[in-house]
Every structure is written in structure tokens, then in C-alpha cells.
């Protein structure tokens, strides 16, 4: 008897990875995407959310409601990585402007009907750009924190340090606020960090066998995957790019592909120094209460095994 599916919000700034992200979410039975929010990151959100409707159109899914949200973050000014995803932030490949239309609702409005309507903590939030929307949710709607069951979320680093600093995640970096506000409402939090992403690193044989799938979705997500990890190779001198959020869906998936600890983990959000740092208490020193399951490894190739036999369903 199969279980009923897990029903997820997906919180997202599309970017590449993200894209790979929503096509392994909408291909996998044991999810049900109750909606897609956009939020400003990898590119401004007027990108955002039309680069979510190309994707559920490519993953032919127009039935996926998709919400624009937060044009910037909490407090800070925004900051995007169009150096890394592109002008577009899906650079790699042209696909048509969306027909599927935007929904009216707020992204923040939506996670919280959506939360009021349905019963307590059956809906996990899967959050892979800066969390600005889902702070903005709590911050409007406190009632919700205790109806979440879960989020699972890309961002920060422990061992890995910083990608956009020597101390701080993008993710994390662009709405330090958010963060701090989500990791202090006492939700069941994943933490998918650096230590996690790079480890999940593509290789010119997974990349290659995606462009050769019978399909409109492996050669797409070939495509974006050369354009996005040249960036990451140039900088780190390594074979392949880390595949940041499709590890938040795979987690969801197959949780046992990964290990962690469950720890305190607080936000830098004032340090010009190290602004958006997650400091993981990994080896139990302060004594705070722990408020997160931070992840720290990955099985590699179960992952990409995962990610390329889903891909290879769509038709
Ligand atoms: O640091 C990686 C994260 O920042 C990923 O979510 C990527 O899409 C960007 O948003
Ligand atoms: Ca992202």
C-alpha cells in the first residue's frame, strides 16, 4: 500500500539549480506540489516567477499554481548572483515566455491560507532561495509556526564556510533577517548546506548522459548545467558544480541518501564581517537548544542515480 504523498510548498528564486529542483519535485509520485512562491535571489523577482511557469511549461505542469512574492529581502537591500545563473537566471537555454498564467494571490498570502486551510503539520515547506517569504508568513501570521511540520531548506555552511563570503551562503547572505526569524520559530527545520551541495557535484558523464535522454527535460537541465557550473569550476578547480537545490527535493525522497546531526544553529544577521554565517553547533559546545537537523553528507551517486532515473519519466 503506497503512502499518501508528502505535500510541499516549494519557496524558490529559479536559477538553474532550482529549475532541476521543481522538474525532480513534479516528477516524483511521493510529492504533491500544493504551489510554487517565487522570491527575489538568484535574479529579481520579476524573473523569478516567470522563470518557475517556464519550468512547470517544460515539465508540462500548468496545473502547478505559481505565486510572486517578496521583491526584497526583510531589511536588507538586495543582492543577486546573475554572474552565476545568468541575466536571465536560466541562462543555458532559451525556452518560451510562459502562457500559464501568474496567481493573483501573494506568495505570503498563499503559504499562509494554505497553511490555516489545511490540518496541522501535513505540509513541509521546501525552501531554496532566500527565506523572505517564509519569514514574512510568520512574521504576518504567527499562528502558522505550530501548523508547519516541517521545512527543509538550502542554505548555509558549517565546515564548507561561505560561497558568496568566507562565512556566508547566498541563500543566507541575501536575507540574514529571514533566516534568523525562521530558525527561531521552532519548526522542525532540514538544514541542506554547503557541507551537503559540495558533495553533490556533476560530472561530465552525468551531464552527458541527461543530453542524450529521449526527452525535452535531460538535454535542458544538460544545458543549464554547462552554463551554471562553468562559474563554480573556474572558482573551486573542480570537474563538476555543486547541484545546490535538487538536494533539498532528494532529502524528501530518499532522506536515508544523507547524514547529519541534529544541533543549535543561529544567523549572523548583523556583522559586517560575517553577516548570513549559520553558526552550526556541531560539536555541542554552547549548550543551546538544538533547533535544526543539519546535514553534513551526501551519497553521491544514489543522489544523481535518483535525479537522472526521475528526469528520465518525463515524457
Ligand atoms: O548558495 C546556493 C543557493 O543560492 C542555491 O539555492 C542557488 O539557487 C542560490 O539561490
Ligand atoms: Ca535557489
Redesign the pocket.
Known sequence: MSQAPTQIIIDT?P?Q??AVAILLALASPELNVLGITTVA??VPLALTHVNARKVCELAGRTDIPVFAGCDKPLKRDLIT?EN??GKTGLDGIELPAPSMPLQAQHSVDFIIKTLRNAPEKTITICS???MTNTAQALLKAPDIASRIAKIVL??GGFFEGG??TPSA???MFVDPDAAKVVFAAGIPLTVVP?DV?HKALTSKAWVDGLRAMNNQVGPAVAAWTDFFERYDMEKYGSEGAPL??PCVIGYMLKPELFTGRQINVEIEADSPLTVGATVADWWYVTGRTANAEFLNTINRDGFFDLLTERLSRYA
Open positions: 528564486d536559477g539549480d532550482d535571489g538568484n548572483a552565476v545563473h531554496l532561495g532566500p538550502m542554505g560561497n558568496i551562503e547566498f541563500n554547503l551541495t545546490h537545490d
